[in-house]
């Protein structure tokens, strides 16, 4: 992404693959493409297929219309989530001889046009490095004549799991409701909505210093997301991995396929539980969720049984 209004100037490619995981970066790739095209004519010039439209015999055949009055004709695929062998074979084959006044741009969200990447300008949509995020806060804040502390930072950067689509939203809420022109790490912890993964971080806090006025906070905060439960059982189960690994963070981070910084997060919460502990954790994990699959218990129930018995392993 930070390449990629420079590889604009130079040259406009004829397929575009944006993959990535942050919705900020998808719309921003989005925007800068349609510019760097410079369309007059939008009604001749620009096709949108999504899952509701897309068809590939369609799509190739809008390919080929030459453009109406631009330089360029312009098509977006947009969140096509199901692709079949024979549509790829089509797209694939359109890929090897592309129309050169085309310009296609696939907004890939689930990583399911990997089979064009060797014919494609990848552009990379995923969440951006912490250091690039702390810059970045720290200029839109200074814009609206805000300054923030570090420790702020931090905590903003966490409470949305470095999604900059989150941040940037959160950033207005925290310019509309501070009047102060030093945002503070308190101020943040009170306003910001906090992802479910920064939660999950503070109840396992919670949990490895035994506070159980925390962890009832916490969970109050948790109860109702959907799939709350799965999202702890995977922080455990990797918490447990990290602990009997002799992997680097970089490569565990690889081989589980989150960011370092969650691989450094976890393996810091780890070291407050004995290896045993991880383990008799892991055994309960297996044993409430047969309870849940079975019927016996419901999620929210389950919730408050796992971390109460938690507190006494």
Do not use: W
Not at 11 to 35: P, R, S, T, W
Not at 111 to 121: A, G, M, T, V
Not at 183 to 211: G, H, P
Not at 212 to 238: C, Q, W, Y
């Amino acid at each position: 992404m930070k390449t990629l209004k420079s590889r604009l100037n130079k040259e406009i490619k004829n397929i575009y693959l944006v993959q990535g995981d942050d919705f900020y970066l998808f719309e921003k790739a989005e925007d800068m493409i349609k510019k760097a095209c410079n369309l007059s004519f939008y009604d001749f010039n620009f096709v949108a297929f999504d899952e509701d439209n897309f068809s590939a015999k369609k799509f190739i055949d809008s390919c080929q219309v030459l453009p109406i009055g631009d330089e360029k004709r312009l098509i977006f695929l947009k969140g096509i989530s199901k692709i079949s062998d024979s549509d790829k074979k089509m797209i694939l084959s359109y890929a090897n001889n592309p129309v050169n006044s085309t310009v296609v741009v696939i907004l890939d969200y689930s990583n399911n046009f990997d089979f064009l990447k060797q014919y494609s300008e990848n552009v990379s949509a995923k969440r951006m490095e912490r250091e690039l995020l702390v810059k970045l806060i720290v200029s839109d804040l200074a814009k609206e004549g805000k300054k923030i502390s570090m420790e702020g930072v931090e905590c903003l950067i966490d409470s949305c799991n470095s999604y900059l689509t989150k941040i940037k939203n959160e950033i207005l809420k925290l310019v509309c409701y501070c009047e102060e022109e030093l945002i503070t790490k308190a101020m943040v912890d009170q306003i910001v909505i906090k992802e479910a993964e920064y939660n999950i971080f503070e109840l396992t806090e919670a949990l490895s210093k035994k506070d159980g006025d925390k962890t009832l906070k916490v969970l109050s905060l948790m109860e109702k997301e959907p799939g709350v439960f799965s999202v702890i059982a995977n922080h455990f189960r990797r918490m447990f991995y990290i602990s009997i690994s002799d992997m680097t963070n970089k490569e565990l981070a690889e081989h589980l396929g989150v960011k370092e910084f969650a691989i450094l997060k976890a393996r810091n919460q780890a070291k407050a539980f004995s290896k045993v502990q991880l383990k008799n954790i892991l055994n309960l994990l297996e044993k409430v969720d047969y309870y849940v699959k079975s019927g016996n218990m419901q999620q929210i129930n389950a919730l408050y049984y796992f971390t109460f018995n938690v507190l006494y392993i």
